[in-house]
């Protein structure tokens, strides 16, 4: 079976659970992006950079309006895809800090609407998501809790 075949299987997977996440992990470079971009092209799936869900409606928010109107905002963006799965890439995006997004409670929130793959630039140690920046400046843990993970080889 091929990668591809094997990662087409998992998103099935995903589509049967209630909170509909397949999150993709693999050091930078490790070919995420390409499986993802792949199927998009084959199943016909959208292929999103999360960049393009911080809108100008959600940058001119307070910070603190933020965190409590991220979910309903991306939702919306996410409602013009006419795939029934969604690949979001660049997914660190959401925990830039300025933007003040919960982001465990939002992935939650919008895989109960939509089926989305994520390309993770890390890996998952003692149960968490982990990404580390090249420079060691930054350091994202995320439960994976419901979360199901796929890993490129």
């Known amino acids: 079976m091929s990668q591809l ?13 209630e909170t509909k996440i397949l999150v993709v992990t693999g050091k930078p470079g490790s070919g995420k992006s390409k499986v993802l971009r792949e199927a ?28 409590e109107k ?15 799965v969604i690949m979001l890439d660049r997914v660190q995006t959401f925990f830039v800090p300025v933007f003040h997004i919960d982001v465990p409670s939002l992935l939650n929130e919008l895989g109960k ?4 793959v994520l390309a993770w630039p890390g890996y998952v140690k003692d149960d968490q998501l982990c990404y580390d920046k090249f420079d060691g400046t930054e350091s994202i843990r995320m439960p994976v809790g419901s979360l199901r993970v796929w890993e490129v080889k």
Not at 48 to 66: H, N
Not at 113 to 116: C, G, M, Q, R, S
């Open 5 to 17: 075949e094997e990662f087409v299987q998992e998103v099935a997977e995903v589509e049967k659970k």
């Open 40 to 67: 998009a092209e084959t199943k016909g799936w959208d292929y999103v950079d999360c960049r393009l869900l911080i809108t100008e409606s959600f940058l001119e928010l307070m910070p603190t309006e933020r965190k």
């Open 70 to 84: 991220a979910a309903a905002m991306m939702k919306e963006v996410l409602s013009t895809y006419t795939s029934g």
């Open 113 to 116: 609407e939509f089926t989305l």
